[in-house]
């Protein structure tokens, strides 16, 4: 049995009406925590996405939206927590999972986002959320009092020998040839 998401807003994707659907979504309290805890963060105070689906070529979902959050990192320095306000813009493409693509050829922008599965004409639009919350996060968080890193100096040259450096062919005539 699959795992269900910390964050789970599943949406049937069937029958898209002509013009599209938008769809806004919000993680509550504990959704957070646990989202938080996946993460390693201290706290992710606010989490909220807003979507526009609308079907494209060949059986296609097209998925733009934006991601809204709050969090809370800690320094990779001194640990101490740091907030961070991420606002993304989010573009996936979802695509059935049981069909034949060899057979049925999909035409997407190859400057769009991979291809993801669509599942039983279903997107977990609350776990693609999550997804891009954590490709947002600063990887390396540095708080503004943290020491500066330590510079070591340029590695001095030393001068290397070179004990052949006086033999030279055709030199000096002390050899004999």
């Known amino acids: 049995m699959a795992e269900i998401p910390e ?17 806004a979504i919000e993680a509550d309290a504990a959704e957070r925590e646990a989202l938080a805890k996946r993460f390693d963060l201290v706290a992710i105070d606010a989490l909220q996405a807003r979507f526009a689906l609308r ?6 979902v097209l998925v733009d939206g934006t991601l809204s959050a709050a969090v809370v990192q800690r320094c990779v320095v001194t640990l101490d927590p740091l907030p961070a306000t991420i606002d993304e ?17 999909i035409e997407v922008d190859p400057l769009a986002a991979e291809v993801e599965p ?3 004409g279903r997107i977990d639009l609350g776990e693609l959320a999550a997804q891009h919350l954590l490709l947002a996060l600063d990887p390396y968080p540095r708080s503004p009092d943290a020491p500066s890193p330590v510079v070591e100096a340029p590695p001095v040259e030393i001068e290397t020998r070179q004990p ?4 030279k062919r055709g030199g000096d005539g002390d050899a004999e040839g």
């Not at 813009?89 to 050829?105: C, L, P, R, Y």
Request: aromatic share 6%; hydrophobic share 45%; glycine share 14%.
């Open 7 to 23: 964050f789970s807003r599943i949406v049937g994707v069937g029958s898209l009406p002509r013009g599209g659907r938008t769809i």
């Open 55 to 60: 079907a494209g070529r060949g059986d296609t």
């Open 89 to 105: 813009e989010i573009e996936a493409v979802f695509a059935d999972a049981a069909a034949d693509h060899d057979s049925v050829e």
């Open 118 to 120: 669509l599942v039983d």
């Open 164 to 167: 052949f450096a006086g033999l």
